[in-house]
């Protein structure tokens, strides 16, 4: 198995956006120049990206839109259910598990955790609400794979632990803090903060990030 | 000025965040060891990272806590009010709305756009909410300078030209789909979807991964 770029992992889901939407307007073939135009990408990468998911283009016709879309979903694991906790429903949390397109990606709300009393025992969107003391056991039940946190930052490595001792395989950490877990563990860190930093840091550095930019989309092409 | 590197943009947050906590429990001294230590990272790492910022530590005694956070606020000009405004106000926009803290990140909503018209002329969480023909006018007058989409795919590129119409200087994205604008203004994309393909793929791949990471903490201890 060859280990996939996470830049590439992170292009896949715009790529399989756009392959649906193509089809949806009866697209069947399709370039990686079009695609990466569509894109604002550059067709050598987008070629590379492809070629992970091992489906071949030919020359001249390009790629069948329908059995790329399945190519990537497939890589992505996207067309198995994974079932997921998620613990810590406050408004993100709640929003989270109302969120119906959770089931294009496989991901699949059995139970919710959190401390507050007037929570527990009940249901958001049809998903049961538990004290946070059932994690490990009902996760190694129901085998559950993801766990995801949206709880408040001081409470996220306890979570984290908890999940752990269920023998949870991910992390998907909303939390505004970095969460520790034993390496064979993946830890996803989705934090709103980071991409908040970036983007007002740019908003000074704009000038000399054009040039950076400019300089390693010359690199992206050449290697 | 120096080009910051975007990690070290991205994980600024996480030392802010822990530098809080340590100045709340009256922790007036710090060394980037310890930082290090408390986030899971590499403390020469940690120590390049807050060089950015312009504070310096001194050995032995490390970084003054108050005098560092002031430093990374200024740094990512979080000390400066930024308003904003949010197009698209949905279940994700409205949360958005209604969360307090983008406050102690310097934006501030001062306006929300959407096409349903029972939305239109009423207020979430104290914002108006008006038709999305008036975001170039009302952008310039009031010299907004981000854009926060959080509108479907379909609606997202229609939204970005309104904005850069306005004048706007930065757009966050959590539309499901890349945007096109001009190169000056900063887009900063931040879909789940990403994180979510990065965290599936990774479920699969993740003793290669384990090894590549093992790689890359050696390098980064080397450079």
């Known amino acids: 198995m060859r280990i996939t770029p996470e830049p590439t992992m992170r292009r896949l889901p715009h790529y399989l956006h756009f392959l649906k939407r193509q089809l949806e307007n009866g697209v069947e073939k399709i370039s990686s120049t079009i695609i990466a135009q569509a894109l604002s990408l ?3 990468q987008v070629r590379k990206d492809l070629e992970y998911t091992g489906v071949k283009g030919k020359p001249k016709t390009g790629f069948f839109v329908k059995e790329l879309i399945q190519a990537i979903l497939e890589f992505l694991t996207w067309t198995t259910r994974r079932d997921a906790f998620l613990i ?4 993100l949390g709640s929003a989270m598990l109302g969120y119906n397109r959770f089931r294009e990606y496989g991901l699949n709300f059995v139970a919710a955790f959190d401390t507050d009393e007037n929570k527990i025992g009940s249901e958001i969107y049809k998903v049961p609400i538990f004290t946070l003391d059932k994690i490990p056991s009902m996760a190694r039940r129901m085998n559950v794979q993801v766990g995801v946190l949206t709880v408040p930052a ?3 490595q306890t979570a984290t632990d908890l999940l752990v001792e269920g023998g949870i395989k991910a992390i998907w950490n909303f939390a505004p803090t970095y969460v520790k877990a034993p390496k064979e563990v993946v830890i996803e860190n989705h934090q709103f903060t980071e991409s908040l930093a970036a983007l007002t840091r740019k908003m000074v550095e704009v000038d000399f990030h054009l040039e950076k930019y400019r300089l390693s989309n010359l690199e ?3 290697t």
Chains 1, 2 share one sequence.
Do not use: L, Y
């Not at 810590?88 to 408004?91: D, E, I, L, T």
């Open 154 to 156: 001081h409470a996220a």
């Open 220 to 222: 992206g092409n050449r």
């Open 42 to 44: 550059d067709s050598t």
């Open 88 to 91: 810590g429903a406050g408004n």
